[in-house]
């Protein structure tokens, strides 16, 4: 499974969203010079989160977007079944139930499954919150005596 550019640049902007919640409405173009990310890239990203539980809209002089929750609410496994359209490992596996014709003998189908699960599992434990935390801690070498 490889995780798209859309997938990757969608976390990284939903990251910035929550790094700067506190600054109010982030324009696209504030997102695009810190992620390094083109503003149309950002546009197209926009459109595919405009759900109201995901962003936040405000047009004008001092638009932009904001998270419409909290960093703690949104999962990494959340944002990358959005863009990604799913984590199946397997194309088999995409259709629920199973519609593959040998899922009723097919000897590998459990492994598939089991990765399936690991992966979702693990993704949904991430919040954006734990990944901001996770990176401050990381980078927080301040030594005190």
């Avoid at 197209?44 to 962003?55: A, C």
Wanted: glycine share 6%.
């Amino acid at each position: 499974m490889k995780i798209s550019t859309k997938g990757r640049y969608t976390l990284r902007m939903l990251l910035d969203l929550a790094e700067h919640k506190n600054e109010g409405f982030i324009s696209l173009k504030d997102i695009s010079e810190r992620q390094n990310i083109s503003k149309k890239y950002l546009e197209q990203l926009v459109t595919l989160l405009s759900r109201p539980e995901i962003l936040r809209t405000n047009r004008g002089n001092k638009g932009g977007y904001m998270l419409a929750k909290e960093p703690s609410h949104y999962t990494v496994g959340q944002i990358l079944k959005i863009t990604e359209g799913g984590l199946t490992p397997v194309s088999c596996m995409e259709d629920e139930p199973n519609q593959c014709e040998r899922r009723g003998y097919c000897k590998t189908l459990p492994i598939w499954q089991g990765l399936e699960e690991v992966i979702n599992n693990y993704l949904d434990s991430i919040t954006l919150e734990d990944v901001l935390e996770n990176f401050k801690d990381a980078n927080n070498s301040e030594y005190y005596i």
